[in-house]
């Protein structure tokens, strides 16, 4: 127990006791944003004006630097998960544009700067160089409310953070080159040891983090604290990484985002974690920590602070709004876009703080424009924080406005638990598939058969709905659990299906079975055959060896006349949301019509998609088409049809069976499309030979119990 004078003494201001110092900060990151929330003002504010009045230039409530580690870890939180968030595939679409704005708002700050320092601050070359250099970077400081808007995947929001990356890394070069100019070290040997040092650095974050973080989650599937202290281990290697390579460690944090970016999808729980401790812990002691930096008493030390103060945020603020509305100019974009671009890139706060803090050691510039520069930092993330959450509010509102309607009616996805075992990942299924603008839950089904056992069964039902229900929960999606008696799963799951009107049901594959029970499903069908016979909706029937996040490509094969089916937009349109969830390339197997009509699908979504044709010229013979590409890092997806619809053929019956043996190690998905009640027949089938099915259907399973027989018995000699 502490005695109470070294209590009393650990209460004088400022703090130096890490207890009371975490307390007063978690009740700022508390009450700030509820209070500030009655005068719609961005919480950002209130917690950068907060870190004002507790640093040691306000109230001076904690010691100074006291919170630094968790500041830093703050930032280097911000940069990994903008690069985290950024769709990559809407990255590579817009990357040129990304490139033009990243050299815009880079060279318009730089060159504005250069004139103004020169010409009406009257410094020297070399502080010139430095103040101008801080022009030019920017920090996504407003990133958490585009973050909070829904708006990170936009394409304003998307060439901000990749112009981010190359104005940040173009100023740290040239701090780097101060730096060496300082120290008498800029000669050949410097530039090449520069230049080795990034490339090995860049390639070991950019090809080395994917590969072990694949490996990782494959070897470790189901502790997520475990995926966690992963992800945030990486991020921190590669922030020390980059700083033995010789740039800053924020440019570490942001390329390990961009590694493990396809790794993490964004309905995950991971990903749901990675937010929260960020957007509820390191965020906010960053903002704070830029708060602290501020000092309002340069304000009344003469005209000269104030003078270069105001010259130094004019600057600042100009140059990045003729960026941001040369940009707009270019690209047709609209003022909305523009005035997101511009409150993305116009704070200034920790590279341009490191900028002058490194002048002002090295004496090239003095207390004045250090001074200014807090000003300056202070009104930019102020100014940037208005109007990023003005202008993403209108942004999130005309885009949802304008989304294209790709698969009409309501949505309800139901998940027959029939293996607790392998729940999770069927679960995962459904929360990648489902569509977020949506609040319905997705219905997880246990069915009991009415039998002596039923009482126990139903007890050990409500266990494994726990379960799921704590999995959903933990990225952030409802689930409606449902638990029925009925003679038979395949009534329970049907009847389950017209009362709830579900849209997509998905089913665990079928585990192979005993020799009895092929007999048995022979005469009377198997699980899956009568679900198929029962259910018109869309049905998956999947089989996960590893998780999907895994996934490198994603292979679609579709038969001949798949475009034709009922379902067919609304299985194209879950298979582009596995895309785009998973940033998996997608390669369509299938006849040329088929592609035809996949891709103008797929144009008319306005997807940033990656995705190529694989001609499917002997569909009899998948295994052999398919041979020599697909691994087990791919997720393979089997589009088939019920018998007696459009796109059924004969060997569609097999063909599950048989790339599940040629693939052992390969997700796969058999998707069969939604159908009508009346059902669609296959072309060349008359209404008066439809009486003839039936026979022809126990004809055709009793050839096929036949050689089952047959193969028996030969097995037994």
Same mark, same amino acid.
């Given at each position: 127990?502490?005695?109470?004078?070294?209590?009393?003494?650990?209460?004088?201001?400022?703090?130096?006791?890490?207890?009371?110092?975490? @307390?007063?900060?978690?009740?700022?990151?508390?009450?700030?944003?509820?209070?500030?929330?009655?005068?719609?003002?961005?919480?950002?504010?209130?917690?950068? *004006?907060?870190?004002?009045?507790?640093?040691?230039?306000?109230?001076?409530?904690?010691?100074?630097?006291?919170?630094? *580690?968790?500041?830093?870890?703050?930032?280097?939180?911000?940069?990994?998960?903008?690069?985290?968030?950024?769709?990559?595939?809407?990255?590579?679409?817009?990357?040129?544009?990304?490139?033009?704005?990243? *050299?815009?708002?880079?060279?318009?700050?730089?060159?504005?700067?250069?004139?103004?320092?020169?010409?009406?601050?009257?410094?020297?070359?070399?502080? @010139?160089?430095?103040?101008?250099?801080?022009?030019?970077?920017?920090?996504?400081?407003?990133?958490?409310?585009?973050?909070?808007?829904?708006?990170?995947?936009?394409?304003?929001?998307?060439?901000?953070?990749?112009?981010?990356?190359?104005?940040?890394?173009?100023?740290?070069?040239?701090?780097?080159?101060?730096?060496?100019?300082?120290?008498?070290?800029?000669?050949?040997?410097?530039?090449?040891?520069?230049?080795?040092?990034?490339?090995?650095?860049?390639?070991?974050?950019?090809?080395?983090?994917?590969?072990?973080?694949?490996?990782?989650?494959?070897?470790?599937?189901?502790?997520?604290?475990?995926?966690?202290?992963?992800?945030?281990?990486?991020?921190?290697?590669?922030?020390?990484?980059?700083?033995?390579?010789?740039?800053?460690?924020?440019?570490?944090?942001?390329?390990?985002?961009?590694?493990?970016?396809?790794?993490?999808?964004?309905?995950?729980?991971?990903?749901?974690?990675?937010?929260?401790?960020?957007?509820?812990?390191?965020?906010?002691?960053?903002?704070?920590?830029?708060?602290?930096?501020?000092?309002?008493?340069?304000?009344?030390?003469?005209?000269?602070?104030?003078?270069?103060?105001?010259?130094?945020?004019?600057?600042?603020?100009?140059?990045?709004?003729?960026?941001?509305?040369?940009?707009?100019?270019?690209?047709?974009?609209?003022?909305?876009?523009?005035?997101?671009?511009?409150?993305?890139?116009?704070?200034?706060?920790?590279?341009?703080?490191?900028?002058?803090?490194?002048?002002?050691?090295?004496?090239?510039?003095?207390?004045?424009?250090?001074?200014?520069?807090?000003?300056?930092?202070?009104?930019?993330?102020?100014?940037?924080?208005?109007?990023?959450?003005?202008?993403?509010?209108?942004?999130?509102?005309?885009?949802?406005?304008?989304?294209?309607?790709?698969?009409?009616?309501?949505?309800?996805?139901?998940?027959?638990?029939?293996?607790?075992?392998?729940?999770?990942?069927?679960?995962?299924?459904?929360?990648?598939?489902?569509?977020?603008?949506?609040?319905?839950?997705?219905?997880?089904?246990?069915?009991?058969?009415?039998?002596?056992?039923?009482?126990?069964?139903?007890?050990?039902?409500?266990?494994?709905?726990?379960?799921?229900?704590?999995?959903?929960?933990?990225?952030?999606?409802?689930?409606?659990?449902?638990?029925?008696?009925?003679?038979?799963?395949?009534?329970?799951?049907?009847?389950?299906?017209?009362?709830?009107?579900?849209?997509?049901?998905?089913?665990?594959?079928?585990?192979?079975?005993?020799?009895?029970?092929?007999?048995?499903?022979?005469?009377?069908?198997?699980?899956?055959?009568?679900?198929?016979? @029962?259910?018109?909706?869309?049905?998956?029937?999947?089989?996960?060896?590893?998780?999907?996040?895994?996934?490198?490509?994603?292979?679609?094969?579709?038969?001949?006349?798949?475009?034709?089916?009922?379902?067919?937009?609304?299985?194209?349109?879950?298979?582009?949301?596995?895309?785009?969830?998973?940033? @998996?390339?997608?390669?369509?197997?299938?006849?040329?019509?088929?592609?035809?009509?996949?891709?103008?699908?797929?144009?008319?979504?306005?997807?940033?998609?990656?995705?190529?044709?694989?001609?499917?010229?002997?569909?009899?013979?998948?295994?052999?088409?398919?041979?020599?590409?697909?691994?087990?890092?791919?997720?393979?997806?089997?589009?088939?049809?019920?018998?007696?619809?459009?796109?059924?053929?004969?060997?569609?019956?097999?063909?599950?069976?048989?790339?599940?043996?040629?693939?052992?190690?390969?997700?796969?998905?058999?998707?069969?499309?939604?159908?009508?009640?009346?059902?669609?027949?296959?072309?060349?089938?008359?209404?008066?030979?439809?009486?003839?099915?039936?026979?022809?259907?126990?004809?055709?399973?009793?050839?096929?119990?036949?050689?089952?027989?047959?193969?028996?018995?030969?097995?037994?000699?």
């Amino acid at each position: 127990m502490m005695h109470p004078l070294s209590l009393a003494m650990s209460l004088t201001l400022p703090l130096k006791d890490p207890v009371p110092i975490f @307390s007063l900060v978690l009740f700022i990151v508390l009450l700030a944003p509820i209070v500030l929330r009655k005068f719609r003002i961005p919480s950002i504010i209130g917690l950068i *004006l907060a870190g004002v009045a507790i640093g040691d230039h306000g109230f001076d409530l904690i010691e100074k630097g006291s919170i630094d *580690l968790f500041g830093r870890a703050g930032l280097l939180y911000i940069m990994f998960l903008a690069g985290l968030e950024l769709d990559m595939n809407e990255f590579k679409k817009n990357r040129y544009r990304s490139g033009i704005f990243g *050299l815009l708002t880079f060279c318009i700050p730089f060159c504005l700067g250069m004139l103004v320092c020169s010409y009406v601050l009257h410094f020297n070359f070399i502080a @010139s160089l430095l103040t101008a250099s801080m022009f030019s970077t920017h920090t996504l400081v407003a990133y958490p409310i585009a973050s909070r808007l829904g708006i990170t995947k936009s394409e304003a929001v998307t060439i901000t953070v990749g112009g981010t990356i190359i104005t940040d890394s173009a100023v740290l070069l040239i701090l780097a080159v101060i730096t060496g100019y300082g120290k008498g070290q800029l000669g050949q040997g410097f530039w090449i040891q520069l230049g080795v040092s990034i490339a090995i650095f860049a390639a070991a974050v950019l090809w080395g983090f994917p590969w072990l973080g694949r490996w990782f989650f494959k070897k470790i599937k189901d502790d997520k604290v475990t995926h966690f202290i992963f992800v945030f281990a990486l991020v921190f290697l590669a922030a020390f990484l980059a700083e033995l390579a010789g740039v800053d460690a924020i440019i570490g944090a942001f390329l390990a985002g961009l590694a493990l970016n396809r790794l993490i999808p964004t309905t995950s729980s991971l990903m749901s974690r990675i937010e929260f401790v960020g957007n509820a812990i390191f965020i906010p002691f960053f903002l704070i920590s830029v708060g602290m930096l501020v000092d309002l008493h340069i304000l009344l030390r003469g005209p000269e602070a104030l003078i270069i103060a105001g010259v130094l945020t004019a600057v600042a603020l100009g140059g990045k709004w003729a960026a941001a509305w040369i940009t707009q100019q270019l690209f047709r974009y609209t003022p909305t876009q523009r005035n997101v671009i511009f409150g993305l890139s116009s704070a200034h706060a920790a590279a341009t703080i490191a900028v002058i803090l490194i002048g002002y050691n090295m004496k090239i510039v003095d207390e004045n424009v250090l001074n200014g520069t807090i000003i300056l930092i202070l009104i930019t993330c102020m100014v940037a924080s208005f109007v990023a959450s003005n202008a993403g509010t209108r942004l999130a509102v005309s885009e949802a406005e304008g989304q294209p309607d790709l698969d009409k009616g309501p949505e309800k996805i139901l998940l027959p638990v029939l293996s607790p075992s392998r729940a999770e990942g069927l679960l995962d299924f459904a929360v990648m598939i489902k569509e977020s603008s949506l609040e319905t839950p997705i219905v997880s089904l246990v069915v009991v058969k009415d039998d002596d056992e039923a009482r126990e069964k139903i007890v050990l039902s409500h266990r494994v709905q726990e379960q799921t229900v704590a999995r959903a929960s933990a990225t952030e999606n409802e689930v409606q659990t449902i638990t029925r008696i009925d003679l038979n799963v395949v009534d329970g799951i049907a009847r389950t299906v017209k009362e709830l009107a579900i849209t997509d049901v998905v089913l665990d594959w079928e585990e192979k079975a005993s020799t009895t029970e092929r007999l048995w499903g022979t005469l009377f069908g198997t699980t899956q055959e009568n679900i198929l016979g @029962s259910v018109r909706e869309t049905i998956y029937s999947c089989l996960f060896h590893v998780p999907l996040n895994t996934t490198a490509k994603i292979y679609v094969v579709a038969f001949r006349n798949a475009e034709y089916e009922v379902g067919f937009s609304h299985w194209m349109h879950k298979v582009l949301r596995l895309c785009k969830e998973t940033g @998996s390339r997608l390669v369509l197997c299938c006849a040329q019509p088929t592609f035809v009509a996949c891709d103008a699908f797929i144009q008319g979504a306005q997807l940033a998609l990656e995705y190529s044709h694989e001609l499917l010229k002997d569909p009899e013979n998948l295994t052999g088409a398919l041979d020599g590409t697909v691994s087990g890092n791919d997720l393979l997806i089997l589009v088939s049809a019920r018998k007696g619809t459009l796109s059924y053929h004969h060997y569609a019956d097999n063909a599950p069976a048989r790339l599940q043996r040629h693939f052992p190690a390969t997700n796969l998905i058999v998707i069969y499309p939604e159908q009508n009640e009346a059902e669609a027949f296959e072309p060349g089938i008359r209404s008066e030979d439809l009486i003839l099915t039936p026979i022809q259907e126990q004809i055709e399973n009793f050839n096929r119990l036949g050689k089952m027989v047959k193969r028996f018995f030969k097995g037994r000699k």
